[in-house]
């Protein structure tokens, strides 16, 4: 018999929605007070550059590229490309004029910082109908994420990402049970504006559609072409643009250099420790090759051929190990991905529990979430998991595998996995869930019995 408690009468009851406005605050004072407090080194490096770079020549000659010929005085020498999506770009543009200056540095992060914590709210949502104090503890940990609070104090993608992602899983965990055609317009369209800050999730739009042609009751083919019209009319008009100026709908050397980055064992060359985070810096082959996709899996080819061994546990198991870790690779380490002057995370106490909080939870949490993945699809789960989540769940799980097959063929920096924080500790709790739920039920029948 499935497990069929319905949590809908509870879940927006007047104390869920005060615990959870507590928590909403905790998680937006964390953040403005990192925005606030934290001093980034250099902000405007990397990375980070470069999105600047696309902001500024987009809003001041029309042109999408990263040339810096516009600020050094010569935008007659500035070329389109296509090497990263616009959505952060764009996004950058509100605040970027003729110049970037501090204040605006400082609003663009204010922004991030709202963002950031309106995420929260949309974790409560995506978790509801797994129960109020499930979704609180979801809510609670996305909440305290030192690994989100950071990335709000950086210009770089990780939280309008991490926005756009959940806010369309939240928008999803509706559509099983909605009649409304634009909210599944509405999700179509969010996942679109998430691929377009990060390119990742742009096959996800097919599996989306077959959960929904699968599990939908009635009108799933109308239905599920409402959402794939949202999708959509975000990303049409970027590849029409790379194909009339580039010829070409994206460009593909991202995903050649994604597997190239994520081809080297440990993420070091040959082991050696100063390597670890670059080890294509030290690749010898990257000096004197031309990148191409031949060229770089005849390349990967020929190192599994001489180390097998070594290669199989990296691209089964070591993969995983190092994009689900804890520490950022190709960064300062800990939760900081460029290096900070000063952090709140050293000298104030309620920063610093909250860190040992997540902390200490996060290694459970992850082999949780992977054993969640997995647990969606078995028989048993529709016993112990709500009915009105269990469409949500199988598509939190489909992510997950998603996720964990791109990052297992590409590169595993663990910085990518931080906008899937508020997935991993959701579908933790889930299966903390699922136990307590599968025990009541053993209790109710050993009760029945006497």
């Known amino acids: 018999m499935p497990f069929n408690l319905s949590h809908q009468h509870t879940a927006y009851s007047k104390v869920a929605m005060l615990a959870l406005f507590t928590i909403f605050i905790l998680g937006l004072v964390l953040r403005l007070q990192a925005v ?40 007659e020498h500035l070329k389109p490309n296509a090497l990263v999506t616009p959505g952060y770009p764009v996004f950058l543009s509100l605040f970027i004029g003729d110049s970037f200056s501090d204040n605006q540095l400082y609003k663009v992060l204010l922004t991030q910082a709202i963002l950031s914590a309106l995420v929260i709210v949309f974790a409560y949502i995506l978790f509801a109908e797994l ?55 509405a999700a179509g369209l969010l996942l679109g504006l998430a691929t377009l800050t990060r390119p990742w999730t742009q096959l996800f739009i097919i599996l989306l559609l077959v959960m929904l042609i699968t599990s939908l009751d009635q009108k799933r083919i109308s239905r599920s072409v409402w959402a794939f019209l949202g999708f959509v009319c975000v990303m049409i008009p970027w590849f029409v643009r790379n194909y009339l100026v580039l010829g070409m709908a994206t460009d593909p050397s991202l995903s050649v250099y994604s597997i190239q980055h994520g081809m080297y064992p440990d993420m070091m060359y040959n082991f050696m420790p100063e390597s670890l985070g670059f080890p294509y810096r030290y690749d010898p082959w990257v000096q004197d090759a031309v990148i191409s996709s031949q060229t770089v899996l005849d390349e990967l080819y020929r190192r599994i051929q ?9 691209y089964s198991i070591g ?24 952090t709140p995370y050293a000298t104030s106490s309620f920063f610093q529990l909250t860190h040992m909080f997540i902390y ?9 979430s992977l054993i969640a993945t997995v647990f969606a699809w078995l028989p048993l789960a529709k016993r112990v998991i709500p009915t009105a989540f269990l469409f949500t769940f199988r598509l939190l799980s489909l992510l997950m595998i998603y996720f964990m097959i791109l990052h297992m063929i590409g590169a595993p920096f663990p910085r990518y996995s931080i906008p899937m924080r508020p997935v991993i500790y959701g579908l933790a709790i889930v299966m903390l869930a699922a136990c307590w739920n599968y025990l009541k039920i053993l209790y109710q029948q050993r009760k029945a019995n006497l």
Request: proline share 4%; net charge negative; charged share 10%.
């Open 36 to 75: 606030t407090l934290t001093e980034v080194d250099t902000p405007v490096r990397a990375d980070a550059l470069k999105y600047v770079l696309y902001a500024y020549n987009m809003s001041n000659f029309g042109i999408y590229t990263d040339s810096e010929a516009g600020i050094q005085g010569h935008p």
């Open 131 to 185: 129960g109020w104090m499930w979704a609180l503890f979801a809510a609670l940990c996305v909440a305290f994420s030192p690994h989100l609070v950071s990335a709000s104090t950086y210009l770089l993608t990780e939280t309008l990402f991490c926005f756009f992602l959940i806010a369309f899983l939240a928008a999803s965990s509706r559509l099983k049970i909605t009649t409304n055609q634009w909210l599944f317009f």
């Open 306 to 314: 001489a180390n097998p061994w070594i290669y199989l546990e990296w």
């Open 319 to 342: 993969k995983l190990q190092t994009v689900f870790s804890w520490s950022i690779l190709a960064g300062m380490g800990d939760v900081f991905i460029y290096p900070i002057v000063k």
């Open 360 to 368: 200490t939870l996060h290694n459970s949490f992850v082999m949780l």
